[in-house]
């Protein structure tokens, strides 16, 4: 199935297959592919930055549920159910995001550009931590890796990614974004 261009319905399918994930994870301390992380830590990340982003540069504010450490499967779906409802509501299509760094987009552009695309990516960072299904939408890894080639100055320069990673010439997208990302698309966690 292939993602909508909608944002709220992209943000529908992605975050849906990473609650899939998260409801399937059945260690939260198993090690994850980014160094330093475990399972928790994946789930922390994607609920504790986007509140920060979009209350500075929206005003919007999500709703809190309990902490990554106390339940991460509920912390997400909290999390999870806040973003989508955002994205749901006819009123945001005319609120605008606005940051330095990025300029002025509307809200529903950015949370599309940096957080859904950043749940897609770290769905894989979950899966392979808990040894679930790791595979990923092939075009949308072929249309991210084709969107952050053109940024990868900006990008290496963010820190936000580490260095890329060698893959085989003939890989397919999924192994190539994940390369670009700075993953080893071969890890194991052993």
Do not use: K
């Amino acid at each position: 199935m292939a993602l909508s261009d909608r944002p709220s319905e992209r943000h529908r399918q992605v975050a849906g297959l990473f609650t899939d994930r998260v409801r399937g994870t059945r260690s939260w301390d198993a090690p994850a592919p980014v160094d330093g992380w475990n399972a928790r830590d994946v789930v922390r990340h994607l609920t504790e930055w986007l509140p920060g982003f979009l209350a500075s540069g929206a005003d919007l504010e999500l709703p809190h549920g309990p902490s990554v450490d106390e339940d991460p499967v509920a912390a997400w779906q909290v999390h999870c159910d806040g973003v989508q409802a955002l994205l749901d509501t006819p009123e945001t299509a005319h609120r605008q995001f606005v940051n330095r760094h990025v300029g002025t987009l509307p809200v529903e552009a950015a949370i599309d550009r940096f957080y859904t695309a950043d749940v897609f990516m770290h769905t894989w960072d979950l899966s392979r931590a808990t040894g679930q299904d790791d595979r990923l939408d092939p075009g949308f890894c072929a249309r991210l890796l084709g969107q952050m080639e053109l940024m990868e100055q900006a990008i290496r320069s963010s820190g936000q990614y580490g260095a890329p990673v060698e893959v085989p010439g003939d890989a397919d997208a999924q192994t190539r974004l994940l390369g670009f990302i700075g993953r080893d698309p071969f890890w194991s966690g052993r």
